[in-house]
């Protein structure tokens, strides 16, 4: 199948690829030649609000009427090669990461207690912030992974250095074991993919449009398969390969949690990137055990919820069961559920950040993200308040909120795809994400009080920045949510170009081609009234 290609020059005035990734990098570097942490901060605000600029530009130069890769970049030296891109896979997802990002340095900017001042903390969220744009904009496969080991260098350190649990260390082994063996894994599918196509005719390469073209040249398919699924398992999290999420999250800093979760996409991305459009067929025979995984997930996910004490493992949790929907959206292999998936993924980055950035804020005015102690919440802290609802319900998929669209298209796509029965269970499972998240929501917000003490008091806080931050993630839930069309529109020509990739799946959409019909066949249609 023919898959267009758009180089940069023809639609931006520069590569603003490359520099959205070089941008904060830049301003990494000026924050650690700082002298001072206020300089230091400052230049951190300014390199994460010009990435919010270049990525309003991007959607701007971005042609969402035509299908293929868009503003390319490529660069070859010493045999290595750098290629970028942007399609309808990945364009709401850079946009997330520059925001989010943006919104971390102002919680920061909110809250530079102790733990926070330390320029290497605002180098390490900017460094962040790279990592993850080169990631999502990769067209290399080694290039992609390269990316996710770096990614875990910001991660750990934040983590140790400016995590509020008493086991950070325990916390971050069981995140390398669970990561190391990810990362080996899709190392192991990455080099299969590259040394599969190698021939007379195709050289060593590990270029993703190169291999797009030539896939079906490919060798060990099943195997490849089965390294990065499991490998991108880990980074989603799917279940059984989640236990290193739940303890990080209640070990780690809030703010760099608020980042992470925008790095949990990665994984989504990374299945649409790397093994729906080159492995069509073999996701197609494996979409049993894969539906399975994603069933377990949602509701093992949302009972382990609803037994948690502490908000930022409850959260934990939700994410699994939420990954648990985006999955068998991937696997419907059909529009609905594809576009379902890229939307919903993002809209549910941006609500559980919300989320979590009021957790952080409270823990800030409390010391605790334990439930039983909170309570009464909402009187003296109404921003908070409604900062977390807002957030909440749109992970709860109501209308008004980008869920809401995204999770209908998920369901139109499972019910082609795979009948009623699916369908009504992931129903299920987001009526027990309500039943958790709602009864969070009370304990800490409506609850009375269960200390004589309530340390809950705005006082002594910058008001006007959480106030920033609660209206920029409303606003944009909330005005997604009621103007959904343009966003489907980034990713509607893309999604589609995949589905037709599919082998037993395209064939039964459109039907058997001329030359496989049998020459008696033609006859007996001809000689049809």
């Not at 250095?161 to 190392?187: C, E, I, K, N, P």
């Not at 060798?219 to 303890?247: K, N, S």
């Not at 949510?481 to 459109?510: C, E, N």
Request: aromatic residues 12%; proline residues 4%.
């Amino acid at each position: 199948m023919h898959f267009p290609v758009t180089p940069w020059t023809e639609a931006a005035a520069f590569p603003v690829l490359t520099t959205m990734t070089l941008a904060p990098l830049a301003a990494m570097a000026l924050v650690l030649y700082s002298r001072s942490f206020t300089t230091a901060l400052r230049f951190g605000f300014a390199g994460t609000a010009l990435n919010v600029l270049l990525s309003v530009y991007l959607l701007a130069v971005f042609d969402a009427e035509e299908s293929g890769i868009h503003l390319v970049e490529q660069a070859h030296f010493a045999g290595l090669s750098y290629t970028v891109g942007v399609d309808g896979v990945n364009i709401l997802f850079i946009p997330l990461t520059a925001v989010i990002s943006f919104l971390v340095m102002l919680y920061t900017f909110s809250h530079a207690k102790e733990r926070y001042r330390d320029r290497a903390y605002v180098a390490s969220v900017l460094g962040y912030e790279t990592v993850l744009i080169g990631a999502f904009a990769a067209l290399n496969v080694m290039q992609f992974w390269i990316w996710s080991v770096l990614e875990m260098l910001p991660v750990i350190y934040l983590t140790l250095h400016s995590g509020t649990g008493q086991r950070r260390r325990w916390a971050v082994d069981r995140f390398l074991q669970y990561w190391l063996s990810a990362l080996l894994m899709t190392l192991g599918g990455f080099l299969l993919l590259g040394f599969g196509l190698i021939d007379s005719e195709h050289p060593l390469t590990f270029d993703w449009l190169t291999i797009k073209h030539n896939n079906a040249y490919l060798h060990d398919e099943t195997l490849v398969f089965v390294l990065l699924f499991y490998g991108f398992a880990v980074r989603m999290p799917l279940f059984p390969f989640h236990g290193w999420l739940p303890i990080l999250a209640e070990h780690g800093t809030v703010a760099s949690c608020a980042v992470f979760l925008v790095g949990l996409k990665l994984g989504v991305f990374a299945v649409l990137r790397f093994i729906l459009p080159l492995l069509p067929g073999v996701a197609e025979n494996w979409a049993g055990l894969v539906l399975m995984l994603a069933l377990i997930s949602i509701f093992y996910g949302a009972v382990m919820a609803l037994l948690q004490i502490n908000i930022r493992r409850l959260l934990a949790f939700a994410v699994l069961s939420q990954t648990g929907i985006l999955v068998i959206g991937l696997f419907c292999f059909n529009d609905f559920g594809l576009e379902g998936s890229i939307m919903l993924s993002v809209a549910y980055g941006l609500a559980t950040a919300g989320m979590l950035f009021s957790v952080g804020l409270i823990y800030e005015r409390t010391g605790t993200a334990l439930m039983p102690r909170l309570g009464g919440l909402f009187d003296s802290n109404l921003t908070l308040g409604m900062l977390f609802l807002v957030s909440a319900l749109s992970t709860l998929v109501k209308p008004g909120t980008p869920g809401f669209d995204a999770t209908h298209l998920i369901i139109e796509g499972t019910i082609e795809e795979h009948g009623w029965l699916l369908a009504i269970a992931i129903l299920t499972g987001n009526l027990l994400a309500a039943a958790f998240i709602l009864w969070a929501f009370q304990r800490m917000f409506l609850a009375s009080c269960k200390r004589f003490a309530q340390p809950y008091s705005s006082l002594h806080h910058p008001v006007f920045k959480e106030r920033l931050i609660t209206a920029v993630i409303c606003v944009l839930l909330i005005g997604t949510g009621f103007y959904m069309r343009p966003w489907l529109r980034l990713v509607d020509q893309d999604a589609s170009m995949i589905t037709k990739g599919y082998p037993i799946h395209s064939s039964m959409q459109h039907g058997p081609t001329e030359e496989e019909v049998q020459p008696d066949q033609l006859q007996i249609e001809e000689e049809q009234p």
